[in-house]
T-cell receptor, first 113, second 117 residues
């Protein structure tokens, strides 16, 4: 594809609901990253996938957050029982390999009411 | 752990003026350095990067940055800005090591550049 795509672009949900955010990386990129951008915390690393290796989940803020990557391509970030503090822009990036330049998608703007 | 400091949260300038956005980092190991730009309601776009070699790096849209190891800085500069350069600019680092962690980007808080006519 031409670039990293994310859907939805905007999501409004009620506190306590679950949400799923999707990321389609650049074709052929083996590494995929999720970041969160919020007013208070700036840009934070959440999780990293590289090929078939175990993901690095060290940045996930709580066990309500999880992510998976199917077939080494598309990734889904799931937030269960959303809280107001989860409101942020969730950015996905991909790179050609570990340590390669990361290319970002447009983000999903999540608002938890 | 590495950290990135962008000293100015906002920088207002007039069109055609020069600008410098400051970035300092701290790390116990060598790093790769990046500048990203974020236009309103858009994702991050890579402006330029320093991996090795020449310490003066040229990027897109006429921007350049200079890596200064002794001062642990990677300031971004442009000799003459345009209205269209109005955006938020993020400095970022990733560690350069063999321990498997040279992928997490650590970002600064960002600098909002506003170019006024």
């Amino acid at each position: 594809g031409a670039g990293v795509s994310q859907s939805p672009s905007n999501k409004v949900t009620e506190k306590g609901k679950d949400v799923e955010l999707r990321c389609d990386p650049i074709s052929g990129h083996t590494a995929l990253y999720w970041y969160r951008q919020s007013l208070g915390q700036g840009l934070e690393f959440l999780i990293y996938f590289q090929g078939n290796s175990a993901p690095d989940k060290s940045g996930l803020p709580s066990d309500r957050f999880s992510a998976e990557r199917t077939g080494g391509s598309v990734s889904t970030l799931t937030i269960q029982r959303t809280q107001q503090e989860d409101s942020a822009v969730y950015l996905c990036a991909s790179s050609a390999g570990t340590g390669g330049t990361q290319y970002f998608g447009p983000g999903t703007r999540l608002l938890v009411l | 752990a590495q950290s990135v400091t962008q000293l100015d949260s906002q920088v207002p300038v007039f069109e055609e003026a020069p600008v410098e956005l400051r970035c300092n980092y701290s790390s116990s190991v060598s790093v790769y350095l990046f500048w990203y730009v974020q236009y309103p309601n858009q994702g991050l776009q890579l402006l330029l990067k320093y991996l090795s070699g020449s310490t003066l790096v040229k990027g897109i849209n006429g921007f350049e940055a200079e890596f200064n190891k002794s001062q642990t800085s990677f300031h971004l500069r442009k000799p003459s800005v345009h209205i269209s350069d109005t955006a938020e600019y993020f400095c970022a680092v990733t560690l350069l090591n063999s321990g498997g962690s040279n992928y997490k980007l650590t970002f600064g808080k960002g600098t909002l550049l506003t170019v006024n006519p």
